[in-house]
């Protein structure tokens, strides 16, 4: 089961500035290579901890993905 919050401001003025090649470049990975994370303070409510125990099914799955916090 999955909940997308959105956040309460509008994101959209950073869209023309986003370099979508730029993470993949400074992680070193290829273009093609899936990356997931996660944004938001670490606090137990965010669901980092949730995310931890989900990986290791995700690269069951999806052994390419790349996790980011």
Request: hydrophobic share 45%; proline share 9%; aromatic share 6%.
């Amino acid at each position: 089961r999955m909940t997308v919050i959105h956040p309460p401001f509008d994101l959209s003025q950073f869209d023309r500035a986003y370099d979508r090649g730029l993470l993949h470049r400074e992680l070193g990975l290829s273009p093609d290579t899936p990356i997931m994370g996660l944004v938001g303070r670490l606090d137990a409510d965010k669901g980092h901890l949730v995310l931890l125990r989900a990986l290791p099914a995700i690269l069951a799955r999806h052994p390419k993905v790349h996790t980011v916090f």
